[in-house]
């Protein structure tokens, strides 16, 4: 695969095939490893990890460079409520909490939001993908976000949007073990 540079960052997008979860539980949660370093295969409403606490299933993935701030720059200023990843960078698990990056679809019309996850330095590190972060995506309602859902279809948009700015992008390159068939929307009302 060949990597293109984009100012100081370079950086290549791994999308993961998934599905939002229904009404926050799975029976789908699972740890990840690659290498020394760990994660949940989705961010959790508060600091409780249980499958009955989920949000949305992990289903980007940024390597080679790439760091919260970094990976926010690309898409939206706006950012929405905050949620919880849990991960371990091999010093042991911790819970990084973001609201993401969040703007208008030009697809759809609607919020399209993104939470991006590493540990304290906003960044994670392992010899496989080097620096590294995590990310979830949905849609939620414009304006009133009175549903959020389509995780698949938001993951989607976000890697189009990164290979219209230069960036390497490989969708479905792998699974988490997060993917659920069926409705991808919900109300959180």
Same mark, same amino acid.
């Given at each position: 695969?060949?990597?293109?540079?984009?100012?100081?960052?370079?950086?290549?997008?791994?999308?993961?095939?998934?599905?939002?979860?229904?009404?926050?539980?799975?029976?789908?949660?699972?740890?990840?490893?690659?290498? %020394?370093?760990?994660?949940?295969?989705?961010?959790?409403?508060?600091?409780? *990890?249980?499958?009955?606490?989920?949000?949305?299933?992990?289903?980007?993935?940024?390597?080679?460079?790439? *760091?919260?701030?970094?990976?926010?720059?690309?898409?939206?200023?706006?950012?929405?409520?905050?949620?919880?990843?849990?991960?371990?960078?091999?010093?042991?698990?911790?819970? *990084?909490?973001?609201?993401?990056?969040?703007?208008?679809?030009?697809?759809?019309?609607?919020?399209?939001?993104?939470?991006?996850?590493? *540990? #304290?330095?906003?960044?994670?590190?392992?010899?496989?993908?080097?620096?590294?972060?995590?990310?979830?995506?949905?849609?939620?309602?414009?304006?009133?976000?009175?549903?959020?859902?389509?995780? %698949?279809?938001?993951?989607? %948009?976000?890697?189009?949007?990164?290979?219209?700015?230069?960036? #390497?992008? #490989?969708?479905?390159?792998?699974?988490?073990?997060?993917?659920? #068939?069926?409705? %991808?929307?919900?109300?959180?009302?």
């Amino acid at each position: 695969m060949r990597l293109l540079k984009i100012f100081y960052l370079t950086a290549l997008l791994i999308t993961i095939t998934v599905s939002p979860v229904m009404a926050a539980s799975t029976n789908n949660l699972t740890t990840l490893y690659i290498r %020394e370093d760990s994660f949940r295969n989705y961010d959790f409403l508060s600091e409780t *990890d249980s499958n009955t606490n989920v949000d949305w299933p992990v289903s980007m993935l940024f390597y080679n460079n790439a *760091d919260i701030n970094k990976v926010k720059s690309i898409f939206f200023i706006g950012f929405g409520s905050i949620l919880k990843g849990r991960l371990n960078d091999g010093a042991g698990w911790v819970w *990084d909490s973001d609201g993401g990056t969040k703007g208008i679809s030009s697809r759809y019309g609607h919020w399209l939001h993104m939470r991006v996850y590493a *540990d #304290s330095d906003d960044r994670m590190y392992n010899l496989a993908w080097g620096y590294y972060v995590i990310g979830t995506t949905h849609y939620d309602e414009y304006p009133f976000e009175s549903w959020s859902g389509y995780s %698949e279809a938001a993951e989607e %948009e976000f890697a189009s949007i990164a290979s219209s700015k230069g960036y #390497s992008v #490989s969708e479905d390159w792998s699974t988490f073990y997060n993917y659920h #068939s069926g409705l %991808e929307l919900f109300s959180r009302y």
